[in-house]
């Protein structure tokens, strides 16, 4: 009797097994093709982009060579006038100084990196009250070594 019993619940455990198995690869075919439709799904979109990139890297490319061309026609219509401005360095490549603050030292008519580094106590503190945002900065993120640097490597 108890070898009876045994082979019952072998061949029923074997049944679920494989019942098991096949429910298993149902869902792994199920979940397999989505996958496979998803991919597809994305693949297709980068396609897209992709040309959507290339067109408006074209389209750059296009804008840039007739730039130029431009600018020259502009060049011919606009005399230059004999006396250039005062050249300008970027004060941006400073850490600490962005565009607003570079725009706002211009006004105070600091637009090299010699002229910020020759800066004295006294100009700090003007500068200081002139200037909303900048207390300390130059201190702060040592603007004039900065400055001094950049002088150094031109």
């Known amino acids: ?3 009876k019993a045994k082979k019952m619940i072998k061949k029923d455990l074997q049944k679920r097994y494989e019942k098991m198995e096949d429910l298993f690869q149902k869902f792994e075919h199920r ?11 994305l693949e297709s979109r980068i396609d897209e982009l992709s040309d959507l990139l290339n067109r408006r890297l074209d389209q750059l490319a296009e804008q840039q060579g ?3 061309k431009e600018e020259a026609a502009q060049e011919e219509t606009n005399p230059s006038p004999e006396e250039e401005a005062p050249a300008q360095d970027d004060l941006c490549q400073i850490k600490g100084i962005g565009k607003v603050m ?22 700090i503190k003007a500068l200081d009250l002139e200037i909303s945002g900048f207390q300390n900065r130059l201190e702060r993120y040592n603007w004039q070594e900065q400055a001094q640097q950049f002088i150094a490597e031109s």
């Open 66 to 68: 007739a730039a130029p």
């Open 31 to 41: 979940v397999y093709g989505h996958l496979e439709d998803r991919l597809e799904t």
């Open 1 to 3: 009797m108890f070898k």
């Open 102 to 123: 570079a725009e706002q030292l211009a006004a105070a008519g600091i637009h090299r990196f010699e002229q910020l580094a020759e800066l004295g106590p006294e100009e």
